[in-house]
């Protein structure tokens, strides 16, 4: 197999016309002011980093100052890249903009996807150089895999072990079997023939055998096309030295969720070569369910020889919020570093309070009408607002909503399904993005700068013209065309009499659904652009239900201007002026007995995106007696007033 360091991507980067690099004594941050001692010390390092990065640190921030650092000096040269991995396609789109922001002139050498976007793209492009016990002519199809079917899966091979490992199987956990046991196992070059010499050997080899090593096409989930890509590059030197040349920096954010396979797959493709800079913070482990490593940075630490820099600023919180958080990330790490407020705290209200209700009514009653009171009283807008619970959030909605709908106030429930997605992942995700800019660029053609910048991004990635000059100025050129078109599309169609399968099939025409398709194909693995065009359809549809015109229309479809109404997990990188942290109380905690930990850091998520005020509530007499007792202690540790609302 010949490969050359280029191949990794469909075209190289044309070389930079000026862009002498910055002296490393010169350069200084793009967009903020400073950066704190510790965050210096990692930003110049030239090793293996683990940035220990609270609520509120900036790490994104961090990452991309870092990027423009090693770009603009040319630490990292040209033609050669940085490769950031995020967990989420929204946390990697967030940090392609932001270096973007930062350094546009080298954007095209910032690389940000996902673990799971990197690792299909390898096996997808190279599957013909695995092992020949693991070439599959016939293709796969990718088919995620849930606790049932692993259930239904032991339950069906136990039997058939030997015997002396047929109980050990039976008492596989269904739960952690695709996270702890396939993820676990590094495939070897030949499919083995031997006897298992244990439990968790003999149900991969089953499971192998089962869903890939059939006839026909595999089936795969993205824990399988990891490992498949791990032996990847173990397997083929020039590839693993292909990668590392293209790549001499790699940033991996959230490293505190990184899972047994996706650890073992940065080893054996980045360990002992390039610098590595793992982001993260265990206090913020809220993902093991889905098999996120316990201590995955002290891990990374140890594995990559790395040094390790806690940030203490946290830019997000007033210096009481701080300190109630530190009281709680005391609970989770004995030995965690105070932070240091760098917020301005706001005068005329207390930071924490627990409040009390008598009814689920009275609580949605009071909330609604003491945010209404806010917002006329300060120049806070309903979005500076979050309605955080740990689950059930669409208990919540009807209650809140009808209640601040008499004040003119909306809520978008952001865990609400709409077609296959949740409502958040809607709004974050790059296609719907695009289709609603292209829709906001046609009905407002000046003012919207930022929408034109993130729209004409993203035609560029999908039509391939990322580093070509003129094919970015052919991108332009469409871009006015198809905006100059659809305005005019959008004049003859009001919204009122439009149904939104025909909008949204206009789009479809204008932007090309078949590189939409490909480009979709090609960078978000499991992704579908049936899946996303049609929950895109039905959001569109509700807005336009009651809408005048493509002003409501559009501002529905966002929502940008309304309280959020989200799950703890869900909230997580997210920041509000005010937190309603909901429903302290058994019924919502129901599980926090299992695991007190992991549980106790859901709650550290939740209450640390409170910027001045953060407000805990329940409705349950007897809560601080029961299943969530330690957490009401922690919150009277930290001198947090309990307070009867009636």
Aim: glycine share 6%; proline share 5%; with cysteine.
């Amino acid at each position: 197999m010949s490969l050359a360091a280029d191949e990794l991507d469909e075209t190289s980067p044309p070389a930079p016309r000026t862009s002498r690099p910055i002296a490393v004594a010169d350069w200084r941050p793009i967009g903020v002011h400073d950066l704190e001692p510790a965050a210096w010390d990692a930003l110049r390092s030239t090793g293996n980093v683990a940035v220990v990065a609270g609520p509120g640190a900036g790490k994104t921030e961090f990452l991309a100052q870092r990027a423009g650092y090693l770009l603009q000096t040319g630490i990292c040269p040209w033609p050669q890249r940085i490769l950031a991995i995020s967990f989420k396609r929204d946390a990697a789109a967030n940090l392609g903009r932001r270096v973007t922001a930062r350094v546009p002139e080298h954007a095209h050498r910032f690389v940000s996807m996902t673990f799971d976007a990197f690792t299909k793209g390898l096996v997808d492009r190279f599957a013909a150089a695995l092992p020949p016990d693991w070439r599959k002519s016939e293709g796969y199809d990718i088919r995620l895999v849930f606790e049932a079917e692993a259930r239904r899966f032991l339950t069906e091979i136990a039997p058939s072990a030997p015997a002396a490992l047929r109980w050990q199987v039976a008492a596989l956990q269904p739960e952690r079997f695709m996270a702890d046991v396939v993820g676990g196992w590094d495939l070897p070059t030949t499919v083995p023939t031997d006897d298992p010499v244990d439990a968790a050997t003999y149900a991969v080899r089953a499971w192998w055998r089962a869903r890939y090593l059939r006839p026909g096409k595999a089936y795969v989930d993205f824990v399988m096309l990891n490992r498949l890509a791990e032996l990847l590059v173990r397997a083929v030197p020039k590839l693993r030295r292909a990668l590392r040349l293209t790549y001499p920096f790699v940033f991996v954010d959230e490293f505190q969720d990184t899972t047994s396979a996706q650890f073992s797959f940065l080893t054996s493709v980045f360990g002992d070569g390039p610098a590595v800079t793992a982001v993260g913070d265990s206090k913020q482990r809220i993902m093991g369910w889905a098999g996120a490593l316990p201590k995955a940075v002290r891990r990374f630490t140890e594995a990559f020889h790395a040094t390790s820099y806690p940030l203490a600023w946290n830019f997000r919180s007033s210096d009481a919020l701080v300190q109630l958080q530190h009281v709680i990330a005391s609970k989770l790490d004995a030995h965690t570093v105070p932070a240091i407020s760098r917020a301005t705290a706001e005068a005329g209200h207390d930071p924490a309070a627990l409040w009390t209700f008598s009814s689920l009514d009275r609580e949605a009653a009071f909330i609604a009408d003491w945010i209404a009171q806010d917002i006329a009283a300060s120049s806070r807008s309903p979005a500076d607002f979050a309605l955080l619970a740990r689950q059930k959030i669409a208990d919540f909605e009807p209650r809140f909503r009808d209640r601040l709908a008499a004040h003119g106030i909306r809520v978008r429930n952001d865990d609400a399904m709409v077609g296959k997605m949740r409502l958040q992942d809607l709004l974050k995700n790059e296609t719907a993005r695009l289709l609603l800019g292209l829709l906001r660029l046609a009905h407002q053609p000046r003012g919207l700068a930022a929408v034109w910048r993130d729209v004409s991004g993203t035609m560029a990635r999908v039509y391939g013209a990322v580093g070509d000059d003129a094919a970015q100025r052919h991108v332009g050129e469409n871009l006015t065309e198809m905006t100059t078109a659809l305005r005019a599309w959008l004049k003859a169609h009001p919204p009122a009499v439009t149904s939104a399968d025909y909008t949204v099939n206009c789009l479809l025409g204008l932007a090309d659904a078949a590189a939409l398709g490909r480009y979709l194909k090609s960078t978000t693995p499991g992704e579908d652009l049936e899946t996303i065009t049609d929950a895109f359809r039905a959001r569109l549809a509700t807005a336009t239900a009651t809408s005048a015109d493509w002003t409501d229309a559009l501002d529905g479809f966002e929502a940008a201007d309304a309280i959020g109404l989200l799950t703890a997990h869900r909230s997580k990188g997210l920041e509000y002026h005010t937190v309603f942290f909901l429903g302290l109380d058994d019924q919502q905690w129901w599980a926090h007995h299992l695991d007190p930990a992991e549980s106790t850091s859901t709650f550290f998520v939740g209450l640390s995106r409170a910027a001045q005020r953060l407000i805990f509530t329940t409705t349950t007499p007897h809560a601080r007696t029961g299943r969530i007792a330690d957490l009401f202690t922690m919150l009277d540790n930290a001198g947090v007033p309990e307070i009867d609302q009636g």
